[in-house]
Structure formats: structure tokens, C-alpha cells
């Protein structure tokens, strides 16, 4: 869920959306009611045919209807399938900060097809995010990398240095966010889908909802049941309405040890092609392995080809996280951990994500959402205690799952109360669910679906990695799921495939 993960961290615009307004204000006329889209053409190279855009403006505060608004960036692919038409389905990312128009320009496509035409396929970029009003708390470049909004433990454990730059960005977010910033949290992301839902005129709207974006979707299943259609809950994180984000990041921990076995296997006996990103002869060695080379860049940074920007252990760990999302990402990592190896060799390339700084309206976003939700423990004791028991624990995650972040020295309590989920509504949900997720873990999605009750089915895939639904795959799950969205068919008990 990814809390901070690598997609959310580096979303991107994938189509050309006209540039929106920032903050403006609700004619008396529209204060009442939804005013329908307005779409225009926006097909990109390489996107999909038909491809639509528009803008939907929503209320900054809700409180405050005829209050400022926001515009947030909607696209859509119309069914080709008319007179097998059965609304519209919502394609939502994870994150915080994940970009609804990217996914749709990506996958819509795909989606299309493996829905035989059914939807208007519709995606949305959320307040704060790509081509929606944004905002920026004015982080200070050097605390906007991925492993500093990543809040890894000096060598020796200490966090002095987290607490400094976590108290420093919950200043900045405090002193130049303002309402906008304080907007961004999941409870207003649902209340804006509904508003989209009341633009688009639907009755309902389904949705595929991957990682962080599936939490939100199952909020709004539980706020507005009676327009939900058919939600797809793809790699879902633990719904604990005291802890939320906070277990969610705790969680990675859990979610690092289940999925390093896979990574072990494949650097101990890479494919063809690969052979030469060897790292060990068993799969039992490459943990040891690249835990002692981690140590060894605590101790003494290797200059990477980036100037100025050495490879330390944390940032060795970090792209260890990153790679345990997908199997395609192995090779990298496999690379990156021999070249640092080598003190003889090149520079080791670091990886594009850990080169360059956040932009500092998409480290606002995700901070601000984590920050917004739900209230964290307040003094730095808390987490000098958690962070020494996590490096105990996990030492693939170092303690950095349970150090502190700027929400400890957040300005504003959460305006709203995290969401409990309950079993009372429609049985109208499909979870699907990895045994070996680095992000959110079977553990937290398991604890979701129990709280779903019958509302819920659950297919888990014997698979390792970060959002198990792939359209146009067609493995088992992948079959599960379309048939849900396509027909109406859910398993009648909770159903495991292999592939």
C-alpha cells in the first residue's frame, strides 16, 4: 500500500490533460447539485484509442460546499459494447499518490478487452496528485529522496537524524501547505468519488482498486453501499481503524521476509540470459550476502555514478525494497549488489528511482494523506523503542518499518475518524491477494477480508510481488477476476490459484 511505494513515488502523466485551475470558488447555482462532465478527445502515442478527458471540480472542504474548490483530472474510455453496457468502472491506483489517468492511458486498454466492452473504463488523478490541483509543503531538496522519505535508522540505530528531518518537513508542510494540504486524505478521496459518480450519472460504479487505492475503495463500499457495484480489491493492506497507514508501513516488514525467498532463489540460480548476475550457490547465502555488503556500505559509502551521491546501506536496502515489487525488477538489483561488491569495478549505477529527488508536490501528497488519516505516536522514546525491536526482528528492513515520520510532529489531528470496515451491505466484493507481497502482506489482507465477512470472497495467487490482477495475462486469478467483473460470478468460498 503501499505506503511510499515505488510507483506511487514516481508517478508520472502519461497523457497530455489540460492544465486545471488551482483553487476556485462554487457558483451558487452548482452549490446543490453535480454538474456533468465536459470530455474532450486527449489521446496520447501509445495510449488508447478514444481516450477522453475532463475536469471535475469538488469542494476543497465539504463542510464548506459553496466554499473554494479543487479541479481534479478525470479520463475515461467509453464501452464499445454498448448494448452490453453495465456502467462504469473505476480503474484506481495505489499510492498515496498514485495517478488514475496514468493507469487508465496504461492498462485501459487491456481492461477494455478483458471486460468484452461492459464499462466505461474511468480514471482519476486525486486531489494533490498529476494533473489535479496540487500543492507543495516546500521540502527542502535533500529530504525528498526516496530513502530519506523512507525513514531508515543510522547504522548504529539511532534515529536523532529521522526525528530532525521528520520534525523539518511537517514544519515546511505546516508553515506553506495550507487548506490544500490538509485536504489530502482518503476520506475526502471517497467523498470525491461519489461526486464522480453523481458527474458521470451512474447509480453505481464498480471498480479494480490496487494496493493503497483498494483501502479506498472499500471505504466507499462501506460509506455508500448502495452505490457500489462490483469492486475488485487487489492487494489490500490491513483496515485496523486505530492504525491504518501506520500498520501498513509496519507491515512491510513482514511483507520483506515473505517475498526475499523469491529473490534468494532466482540470484542463486538466475534464467538464461542472466547467468552472469549470479550471486551465491544456494538460495540460503544470498540474505547473509546482501546484509553484509548493506553493513559494509554503512561503514563506508561506495561513490555511485551519480556525483555527489554515494551508495550507502540504506540506500542498498531501499532498492532492495523496490525490487521485491516484481520479478522483472531482479536483474537490476542482482547487478546493482555486484557492482557495489566490487572495489575494483565501475561506479554501481544506481537505480533511476533512488538517482534524483522527489518532486516536492508528490512527497507532499503522500506525506500528507499518511499524516492526515489517522493520529501517530507523538514522542521521538516511542520510536527509538519500536525502531530497536524492528532491527531485531527484521533486519532485511532495519528498523525503518517502525521509525518515526513527520506525522509525529503534525500540526492538525485528522479530520475525520478512520473507517471500520463491518460485514452489513451487499455481497458485492472480490479481494485478490499474493502469498508473498512485499508491501501489504497476506496477514493485512487477510484481516481485511475477515472484516469484510460475506460481503468479501478472497482468490489468493501463489505468486510473489505488488498487485496480482494483470489484464490480458489470463492466469487463474486473472479468469477469477474478469468473471466477476464481467458476469457477476464470484466463488462461493474463498479460492487459492496456483498461478
Request: hydrophobic share 40%; net charge neutral.
Amino acid at each position: 500500500m503501499t505506503t511510499w511505494t515505488r510507483t506511487a513515488l514516481l508517478t508520472t502523466l502519461a497523457v497530455a490533460v489540460t492544465t486545471l485551475p488551482a483553487v476556485t470558488f462554487a457558483p451558487r447555482a452548482e452549490a446543490a447539485g453535480v454538474p456533468p462532465l465536459a470530455w474532450t478527445p486527449c489521446e496520447s502515442p501509445g495510449g488508447p484509442t478514444g481516450q477522453e478527458c475532463a475536469g471535475l471540480p469538488v469542494p476543497l472542504d465539504y463542510r464548506d460546499p459553496r466554499g473554494p474548490r479543487l479541479t481534479l483530472a478525470v479520463t475515461r474510455l467509453r464501452s464499445d459494447g454498448p448494448e452490453a453496457r453495465q456502467g462504469t468502472l473505476l480503474a484506481l491506483p495505489g499510492g498515496p499518490g498514485g495517478s488514475g489517468v496514468q493507469r487508465l492511458t496504461q492498462r485501459g486498454a487491456a481492461l477494455r478487452a478483458q471486460t468484452e466492452g461492459r464499462y466505461d473504463i474511468v480514471g482519476f488523478d486525486p486531489r494533490g496528485v498529476g494533473a489535479s490541483t496540487r500543492a507543495s509543503c516546500g521540502i527542502t531538496e535533500g529530504d525528498r529522496y526516496v530513502f530519506t522519505l523512507r525513514s531508515w535508522p543510522a547504522p548504529d540505530g539511532s534515529i536523532d537524524e529521522n526525528a530532525a528531518r521528520s520534525r523539518r518537513v511537517a514544519e515546511a508542510c505546516a508553515r506553506n501547505g495550507g487548506a490544500v494540504v490538509r485536504s489530502f486524505s482518503t476520506a475526502n478521496q471517497v467523498r470525491d468519488m461519489d461526486r464522480l459518480r453523481r458527474a458521470l450519472g451512474e447509480e453505481k460504479i464498480s471498480a479494480w482498486a490496487t494496493s493503497y487505492g483498494a483501502y479506498a475503495g472499500a471505504v466507499y463500499a462501506q460509506k455508500y453501499p448502495q452505490h457500489t457495484g462490483r469492486l475488485v480489491l487487489d492487494s489490500v493492506g490491513d483496515p485496523d481503524p486505530r492504525r491504518v497507514e501506520r500498520q501498513w508501513l509496519a507491515n512491510m516488514a513482514e511483507g520483506a521476509e515473505d517475498r526475499f525467498p523469491d529473490f534468494a532463489a532466482w540470484a542463486a540460480d538466475p534464467p538464461s540470459g542472466h547467468r552472469d548476475l549470479q550471486l551465491a550457490e544456494r538460495p540460503e547465502e544470498v540474505e547473509p550476502l546482501v546484509l553484509a555488503l548493506a553493513a559494509k556500505l554503512d561503514r563506508t559509502p561506495r561513490q555511485s555514478h551519480v556525483p555527489g551521491l554515494p551508495l550507502t546501506g540504506s540506500m542498498l536496502r531501499q532498492a532492495l525494497q523496490n525490487a521485491l515489487y516484481g520479478d522483472a525488477l531482479f536483474p537490476s538489483f542482482a547487478a546493482l549488489v555486484k557492482a557495489a561488491a566490487d572495489p575494483l569495478g565501475e561506479p554501481p549505477v544506481l537505480p533511476a528511482e533512488l538517482s534524483a529527488p522527489v518532486p516536492d508536490a508528490d512527497a507532499s501528497v503522500i506525506i500528507a494523506v499518511l499524516c492526515n488519516d489517522v493520529s501517530w505516536p507523538r514522542t521521538v522514546g516511542h520510536y527509538r523503542r519500536t525502531v530497536a525491536e524492528a532491527r531485531a526482528a527484521h533486519p532485511l528492513t532495519a528498523g525503518m518499518t517502525a521509525n518515526i515520520v513527520p506525522c509525529a510532529f503534525w500540526k492538525d489531528a485528522p479530520a475525520d475518524e478512520p473507517t471500520r470496515m463491518a460485514p452489513d451491505g451487499p455481497s458485492n466484493i472480490l479481494v485478490i491477494q499474493g502469498l508473498r507481497d512485499p508491501a501489504t502482506p497476506l496477514s493485512g489482507a487477510l484481516r481485511m477480508r475477515a472484516a469484510l465477512g460475506d460481503r468479501a470472497r478472497m482468490v489468493t495467487v501463489g505468486r510473489g510481488g505488488h498487485g496480482m490482477y494483470v489484464p490480458r495475462r489470463e492466469g487463474c486469478g486473472d479468469r477469477t477476476v474478469e468473471a466477476f467483473l464481467n458476469h457477476g460470478q464470484r466463488p462461493r468460498h474463498d479460492v487459492h490459484c496456483e498461478d
